[in-house]
């Protein structure tokens, strides 16, 4: 079936440095999400993204989140600057319309960060 | 705001037993869409069931589920369960308000033993 690709699927750094997350997301697919999943934790919804604008975000989305996808490339979660709290598995997703839809995951990125 | 509770932590069950996965929701709307995703070990989740009906049961891989309103529930449920449905299995709810945002349940880990 359709896949979603996710790089790196590991990621250390150092607290205050910035690091972004790839998603290359199903290639016809129209809306894209992220989610962050701290260890023994529920996954939580950080963003959705539609037609170059966010859409809504979560109060997890710090001001330090960004998110893009410039040009039809990969969809990318970036973190300026990082913080202790911010180590998580981050999940990406796309579906080809927004509600009900069936949304395609990745595999996720493990984020630590120290 | 919406919220979702699953069955806590590990259930071990014996292959060819019967299974039934808690799921119980609470959510101010009412054209809400509900989900079971499963992951299994290094894999990305995938979509299992998806229903917005009230009363009629979905079924897939064997897997079943009715949502009932009545009750605040979507639970899922397998007759006989194989060595291979051991995986994490995630319920969601989607409501129509947040444009295809997941809200999770914590997750439970079905462990079937031989």
């Known amino acids: 079936g359709p896949k979603v690709l996710q790089i790196p699927s590991h990621q250390i750094i150092d607290m205050g440095q910035m690091v972004t997350l790839n998603c290359d997301p199903v290639?016809?697919?129209?809306?894209f999400y992220w989610y962050k999943q701290i260890l023994g934790q529920q996954m939580e919804f950080l963003v959705n993204?539609?037609?170059?604008?966010?859409?809504?975000k979560s109060k997890l989305f710090k001001d330090q989140f960004s998110v893009e996808r410039p040009d039809g490339s990969y969809f990318t979660l970036k973190i300026q600057p990082t913080a202790l709290e911010d180590s998580a598995v981050y999940f990406c997703?796309?579906?080809?319309?927004?509600?009900?839809?069936?949304?395609?995951f990745g595999p996720g990125t493990r984020l630590t960060v120290l | 705001g919406d919220s979702v509770t699953q069955t806590e932590g590990l259930v071990t069950v014996t292959e060819g037993l019967p299974v039934m996965l808690n799921c119980t929701y609470q959510?101010?709307?009412?054209?809400?869409?509900f989900f079971w995703y499963v992951q299994y070990l290094n894999e990305a989740p995938k979509l299992l069931l998806r229903?917005?009906?009230?009363?009629k049961r979905t079924e897939h891989q064997g897997f079943h589920a009715t949502l009932h309103k009545s009750s605040s529930s979507f639970h899922l449920q397998k007759s006989s369960v194989q060595l291979s449905d051991s995986a994490l299995y995630y319920c969601?709810?989607?409501?129509?308000?947040?444009?295809?945002?997941?809200?999770f349940g914590q997750g439970t880990k079905l462990s079937i033993k031989p």
């Open positions: 997703a796309s579906s080809w319309t927004g509600n009900y839809a069936e949304q395609f």
């Open positions: 290639s016809n697919h129209l809306y």
């Open positions: 993204f539609y037609n170059g604008k966010v859409m809504e």
């Open positions: 959510t101010a709307y009412s054209d809400v869409a």
């Open positions: 229903s917005s009906t009230d009363n």
């Open positions: 969601a709810l989607s409501d129509d308000y947040n444009q295809g945002k997941l809200i």
